[in-house]
């Protein structure tokens, strides 16, 4: 994987952990708790030889006013330049040991040990720590790859249901953002990713690949890249609307439906680009139905999101062929009236 920062490896390994003896330096750990618990035979051993840093993976903890405590505890640890950060957990361990790593000392190294779904197939490449301010979603970050990614599949094994479908919620994303025919093939194969840890492999690699291509030619984020967002304008907005009762990648399922359906209605989508994808995103995203989301809070959070460019909203839509980019257009009551009747009618349940 090529980064700014100079090439990194991402493993997919036999074993739990990277080999601490090719640490170049001492070693201090930023662990996810239920992760140490829910593994400890393998990983005790090694958490309790090394500083270790235990969060309780939620929302809150990466919220910029937790990290005076994580600074004292890794300074109590006796952290200094030359050591090196390993994060072993799902995004929010990420996001936090990345934005550690990248200012604590002015910059120390990082390996990640992806966790969750969602993070061995999506999060833990493209460099990005996106770290919470009170209620306001991913505010501060930076750019700052990881030396290294270890990703083993066997943690996938102790995920809940419900993580599993979070994580398919952005493989179906990049699939969908390669070409409708990427798409059309995972969705052929969904119910499969749940039955067969060989299915959902390839499709874990499958979508690191995707996205390190996309990646790769935006890492900063300034063009191409724009469109891995699909899906992320109204998921994020659902996220806030409901205090984050749905988790990330569903929402995002939810938010790229609603993105087709807004798309559909308002154009350049089509029934069809609609209908195409409305069966698989419906399934990742079911059972969700009952938790309200209020129709203008959603509007109004979606008006607020970072990527947008004055008061005109910039989007991530299916054209009429299917094929996702960025579409530019007013925020207005016909936008708000899509969001609404997407709300009523066509949510899924
Ligand atoms: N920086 C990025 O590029 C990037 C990209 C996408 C998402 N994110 C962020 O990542 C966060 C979501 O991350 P996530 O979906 O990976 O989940 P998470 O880190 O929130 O973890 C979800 C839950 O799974 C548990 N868990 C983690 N690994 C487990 C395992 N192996 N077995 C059992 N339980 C386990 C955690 O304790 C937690 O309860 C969001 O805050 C999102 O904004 C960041
Ligand atoms: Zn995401």
Redesign the pocket.
Known sequence: MQSHAGPYRVDFAGDPLPPFDELPGGAHLVV????GR??AAALSPVLDSFPTLRI????AA?SLEQFPDYVRVLVSGGIRRGDVIVAV???????IA?FLAATLMRGLEWWFVP??L??QA??CI?S???INVGDL??LLGTFTPPARVHVWAG??E???ER?LH??VG?MLKVHAIEAPGSFDRIAHDYDLLFEDAGVMQRYVRASLEIKRRIVEEDEFDRGPRNVMNYGHSFGHAIESATRFAI???IAVTIGMDMANFVSMLLGPGTAETYERMRTTLAANAAGYGDVAIEAGTLVEAIGKDKKNVGSELRLVLPDESGRIGIVRRPNDEAFSAACDEYLREARPR
């Open positions: 996810d708790e239920q992760v829910l593994h309780g993976a939620t929302e990466k957990g799902g995004g929010v361990v990420q996001d990345c966790t969750t969602l993070a999506d999060s493209g990005k720590s996106s979603k991913n943690y996938l102790t995920l809940e993580e979070s994580g952005e988790p990330h990648g």
